[in-house]
């Protein structure tokens, strides 16, 4: 993905011009290098279905905190049932 994006063949997902439209979750961690608010969120992804500030964790959270990030992506596709 870094390698992409510096030759220019990747693009973030969703911009404020041109949102994404997949229902999207987010968890935000504490530790993450830039803290993303809800009403962000809501500008990038107008179909957020779940958004959540986690207790623990940081840009790497699958290798930080596993539990508290897979219990997010659970709640988000719950609502998606």
Known sequence: MYWES???GWSSPGTIEAPLT???GLS???GEYVRRSRRWAERRYPSLVHFSEV???GHFALLEQPELL???IRQT???LR
Do not use: Y
């Open 70 to 72: 897979v219990d997010d």
């Open 22 to 24: 997949v229902p999207v």
């Open 77 to 79: 596709f719950r609502s």
């Open 55 to 57: 207790a623990r964790g």
């Open 28 to 30: 935000v961690m504490p």
């Open 6 to 8: 510096g030759r220019g």
